[in-house]
């Protein structure tokens, strides 16, 4: 039988999101059974973090959830040091989530000291920063499929390619906007006024960021059945390094023409469309999908 790799997931400033939606991986068996876990704050381990924080032990993969700030201690032993140690022996350091990847919302208290392990938002900084080992799996919280798929791809030894911001192309090249149920809405510019409803885009009026967000949430479904738009959220863009902005349920407009326009559109070529396409008018919908009173 082949050894199983070792994973060592330590926590930086976290609210341990990316712990409980790893949780729901589906296929945690096949992850516990294919790798040993060295220490995670909730799943079987080999050592305690008392044990962890000597530094005496090596792991392959070294996955790191929260923002990272190098003077903050586990058990007497500050962050930079752990990180510094594991990260060296480590062949993968994943970032798991948006905190890890780019510093995320903690980095806003203390932007000086407070980042991701390899980025500040876009600027590489921190312990990683250009490291070829370093994956981000942005998100808030990351997909349990996208570490899943991760963890999948070292374990058969697969290439993992990625994007400028480390993050897996198999998983980021699409937006959120893809296989959105609500592309029809989109295209023709039927506005959703409610959160909740099953009709409606939700881009100018609920500050849908799915055409400007790099994640795969309408393509590979949460628990398998749904996601944000498809119950009426709007995506507000937790996989991108900006995240979070103010104003999240808001769509930003300069004399109502939206401020950020879909990936890849010049301004001016989105609007001549978006004219167009608004003056049209099509009853089908106009109307609920569903006639509750019918
Ligand atoms: S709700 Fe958002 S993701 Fe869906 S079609 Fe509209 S803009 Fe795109």
Known sequence: MKPRLKVLWLQGVTCNGNTHSFLNYPHLLYVLETFEFLYHSLLPST???EEISTCVHECDILIFEGAYDPRMERVGTSLETLVGHYGSHAKYVIAAGS???F????KHSDPEHITGLGFDEKEPKGPFASSPKLINLSGC?????????TLRMIADNKPIA???????????????HHGCTRNEYFEWKVDSDHFGTKEGCLFYKQGCRGPMTHASCNKILWNDVSSKTRVGTPCFGCTEPDFPRINMFETKTNMSIPQDVPVGISKRSYLTMAGIAKSF???RL??????DDA
């Open 47 to 49: 050592y305690t973090l």
């Open 99 to 101: 905190c890890a990847s």
């Open 103 to 106: 510093g995320g919302m903690f």
């Open 141 to 149: 919280p990351m997909h349990p499929e996208w570490m899943g798929y």
């Open 162 to 176: 990625v994007d400028e911001l480390h993050r897996p192309k198999e998983l980021y090249s699409y937006l959120a």
């Open 281 to 283: 008018h099509i009853p």
């Open 286 to 291: 106009e109307k609920r999908l569903i006639d």
